[in-house]
């Protein structure tokens, strides 16, 4: 059984000025199902939401885990959740 899930991630390092955000939604839609959105935060980290099947969402924690993302990723951290909703499809903000 493949449950929908909430993923929230916070992902540091130079992650803000190169592409990251857009990147990220593009794996996003990529992948399929996932709704959510990635932004900017303040102290230089990009927090990402992701809702949808969990497969999807780990897949999506997977790639930015990985390396293979614009910039350079120093960490990321997640909780998992019940969905909220809310959100139309994945966007950047």
């Given at each position: 059984m493949n449950e929908s899930v909430r993923l929230t991630a916070w992902v540091r390092g130079r992650v803000q000025g190169v592409g990251f955000r857009w990147y990220t939604r593009a794996n996003a839609l990529r992948i399929g199902e996932l709704a959510g959105f990635a932004s900017n935060l303040e102290d230089g980290r990009v927090q990402v939401v992701a809702e949808g099947p969990?497969?999807?969402?780990?897949?999506?924690?997977?790639w930015l885990r990985t390396g293979d993302t614009p910039g350079r990723v120093d960490g990321v951290t997640e909780i998992w959740d019940t969905p909220r909703g809310g959100y139309d499809s994945f966007e950047i903000r």
């Open positions: 969990k497969v999807g969402c780990e897949e999506l924690l997977a």
